[in-house]
């Protein structure tokens, strides 16, 4: 067989080696971006299923306060209607919390979050404080 035929050959050989190397690579890499999206949707899946979870928890705090807020007022002194004030107003802020939560993505409100903290970060830490506080009582009363 002539050099010139068992080059060509080599050639077409390589050229068919590549082919089939590309297209297997090109297969798993498809596969691969088909498994990712599945896991990113089940991830958004879970994250929107927490976040209507989260609002409902919201709107029966909100609704928990509001029924406190209006025990005492029923006190009927000057005092207790102060407080039952407070209690309506921080009821109404809870609501509208829970309908944030509802509305907004979890990227929109992971954003909403970081930007409050770079504009306001002594009011941020003092409220990350009073939050670990709460559910440390929480969760040592729950284990009591």
């Known amino acids: ?15 068919d ?11 798993v890499a498809s596969r691969v971006k088909e498994k990712v999206s599945e896991l990113g949707e089940s991830a ?3 994250l929107h299923s927490g976040r209507l979870s989260t609002a409902s928890a919201l709107d029966s705090a909100a609704k928990g306060l509001h029924s ?10 000057e005092a207790a209607d102060t407080v039952s004030r ?3 107003d ?8 829970a309908k944030y939560v509802r509305s907004h993505g979890a990227k929109d409100i992971l954003s909403d979050v970081e930007h409050f903290v770079r504009r306001n970060p002594g009011k941020s830490v003092i409220a990350a ?13 729950s284990s009591d």
């Not at 080696?17 to 090109?26: F, M, N, Q, R, W």
């Not at 406190?68 to 002194?77: E, I, L, S």
């Not at 921080?90 to 919390?97: F, H, N, S």
Request: aromatic share 2%.
């Open 17 to 27: 080696a590549v082919a089939t190397t590309k297209g297997a690579i090109a297969d």
């Open 1 to 15: 067989m002539p050099e010139a035929t068992v080059a060509s050959e080599l050639q077409g050989a390589a050229r």
């Open 90 to 97: 921080a009821a109404d802020k809870v609501g509208e919390t």
């Open 68 to 77: 406190k807020a209006d025990t005492v007022g029923r006190v009927g002194h």
């Open 44 to 46: 958004g899946e879970k």
């Open 86 to 88: 407070v209690g309506h």
């Open 129 to 141: 404080a009073a939050v670990g506080f709460l559910v440390g009582r929480a969760l040592r009363s």
